[in-house]
Each structure stands twice: as C-alpha cells, then as structure tokens.
C-alpha cells in the first residue's frame, strides 16, 4: 500500500529564505508523486508531480521536487520564500485510481 | 472553464438535520472524489465516481452519509441526520481518464452544525 509522511506540520521562514519541505513516501511500486497547496479558504490545486521521467521536477511559482529513491523522499523547495507563498502544502501519492495525501505542513512567511 | 462547482459555499444548520452538498465537476472528467477536510483528521477521501458509477466509498464514515451521481454533471453528498462532529470542511474534485493523477479541487462546501 502507498502512503506518505510530512515531516514537520508547521514550517516558518523569513521572507527570501529557502523553502524547503520534506515528504516521505512508501510505494510497494514505482510511484506517482505530486506536491498540492492550498491556501486560505481555497481546494487544494497542483504545484507538480513526478511520473518517473526527470527526478527533479519543476513546478509553479518557482517551486521544484527531486524524487530520490534511495531515501524514498520527494522534498519540495523554492530558493526564495515570498510572503505570498503562504498556505498549506499537501504531498500525495497514487495508489490506483487514489490519490492518498500527507497531513499537509503549512508554511509560515515572516517579513 | 469555470472548474469545479461546489454549492453551498458555507452551510449552518441544527444537529439533526439533513444536509444535502452539491458539486458540478469539470466538463468531461469522469472521475469524482468527495473528501472531508477537519483540523483533526486532514484531509480523508469518503468515496469516488467512475462514469457516475460509485467505486470505492470504504472512507464513507456511517450510513448517515450517502452519495450519487445521477449524471456527468452532478453529484450530492447527503448527511441525514447531521451531527456536531460532521461539521468540516467539504471538498469535490474531478479527474480524466489517463490522467487520474492530477486533481482538480472545487472552492469547499465549510459545513458547521450546531
């Protein structure tokens, strides 16, 4: 069965800091693997996703992933936090015609 | 596209009463998820549509929950009868075939019941 794992619920950064969030995953299978965000009273909408082409995979709003699956990690960083980069951010992983998501982290951007 | 439609945007009501959720997806998916979003739990998926067909509602918490889709174009989440701990936050997202690996979320019905 896949899942994922957040690693921290909360993450804080100062505006212009590096972003990085961290994502574990378990897939009996190559897997499919997608970071979402959702900000304040909004659904969650796609930032990216690995399908086993490039491990580094790019993303909107500056955001990238690399897939290494000798840690089984899918971490997602942005060089340069913008206060606008403030929300919730959810990990997932495929599981048949499932998407099984993280317990989401959200980011905090201080000025 | 407008995306997907979820109606009503925020709802209130009275422990007991039923209360009826509403989704129009994205024209030509055929695939709709129904997920629950509390602080407590996170986001939990209650059951998904395949061409309107229910295909897995294991994650539907009781039988005071059910769903339908009657056609390509809306769905309904029901609660009868509703109680406090039901009160969350409601999401509806549609998906197409060959490309089940990108959803697309609906704005959120916030459900509150007192």
């Known amino acids: 069965a896949q899942s994922v794992t957040q690693l921290g619920s909360h993450v804080s950064v100062s505006e212009g800091a590096l972003v990085l969030l961290r994502c574990n995953y378990s897939?009996?299978?190559?897997?499919?693997l997608f970071w979402y965000v959702q900000y304040p009273n909004q659904g969650l909408q796609l930032l990216l996703k690995?399908?086993?082409?490039?491990?580094l995979v790019k993303g909107i709003n500056g955001f990238e992933a690399e897939f290494k699956k000798s840690e089984t990690s899918f971490h997602l960083t942005k060089p340069s936090a913008h206060m606008s980069d403030a929300a919730e951010y959810f990990c997932?992983?495929?599981?048949?015609?499932?998407?099984?998501f993280g317990a989401g982290t959200r980011l905090f951007v201080k000025a | 596209d407008a995306g997907v439609i979820q109606s009503p945007r925020h709802e209130v009501t009275e422990m007991g009463q039923e209360v009826t959720l509403r989704c129009k997806p994205i024209s030509g998916h055929d695939y709709l998820f129904w997920y629950r979003q509390t602080m407590m739990r996170g986001l939990e998926l209650l059951i998904y549509?395949?061409?309107?067909?229910?295909?897995?509602d294991s994650g539907m918490p009781e039988d005071r929950f059910s769903a339908k889709m009657p056609n390509a174009s809306f769905s309904t989440l029901k609660i009868q009868p509703s109680e406090p701990r039901d009160s969350a936050v409601y999401f509806c997202a549609s998906s197409l075939w060959g490309r089940t690996d990108t959803q697309y979320f609906g704005p959120g019905t916030r459900l509150t019941v007192l």
């Open positions: 549509f395949n061409n309107n067909v229910p295909i897995d």
């Open positions: 897939s009996s299978v190559p897997p499919y």
């Open positions: 997932a992983v495929r599981g048949g015609f499932k998407t099984i």
């Open positions: 690995y399908t086993s082409a490039a491990t």
